[in-house]
């Protein structure tokens, strides 16, 4: 039998009510760590309960930016999760994912 692979995707989402300061491009700073914290919380929160549930392993946010222009009242947020992929396993439905 082949041992399940650690597969990664990629999640990409707005918050619309966190406005976006230097702050979030620092990843030293304490409120990078406490965004970065409480997001990937909130992300394992959520896909615990999809689909991938069982397999899921977790998620680390890797970077917040501003929307285009100066859109600066709304944070982008980018992140890495991860889920254990038994061979026999269908391909992750990204679509089915998101909804």
């Given at each position: 039998a082949t041992a399940a692979a650690l597969e990664r995707f990629t999640i990409n989402f707005t918050i619309t009510n966190l406005p976006y300061n230097s702050d979030l491009d620092n990843p030293d700073s304490a409120k990078f760590r406490a965004t970065q914290r409480v997001t990937a919380a909130l992300l394992d929160n959520l896909l615990?309960?999809?689909g991938i549930g069982p397999h899921f392993h977790g998620c680390k946010t890797t970077g917040f930016r501003y929307g285009p222009g100066r859109h600066r009242d709304e944070t982008r947020?980018?992140?890495v999760c991860t889920y254990r992929k038994e061979p026999s396993a269908a391909p992750l439905d990204r679509v089915g994912l998101y909804h």
């Amino acid at each position: 039998a082949t041992a399940a692979a650690l597969e990664r995707f990629t999640i990409n989402f707005t918050i619309t009510n966190l406005p976006y300061n230097s702050d979030l491009d620092n990843p030293d700073s304490a409120k990078f760590r406490a965004t970065q914290r409480v997001t990937a919380a909130l992300l394992d929160n959520l896909l615990k309960q999809t689909g991938i549930g069982p397999h899921f392993h977790g998620c680390k946010t890797t970077g917040f930016r501003y929307g285009p222009g100066r859109h600066r009242d709304e944070t982008r947020v980018d992140a890495v999760c991860t889920y254990r992929k038994e061979p026999s396993a269908a391909p992750l439905d990204r679509v089915g994912l998101y909804h």
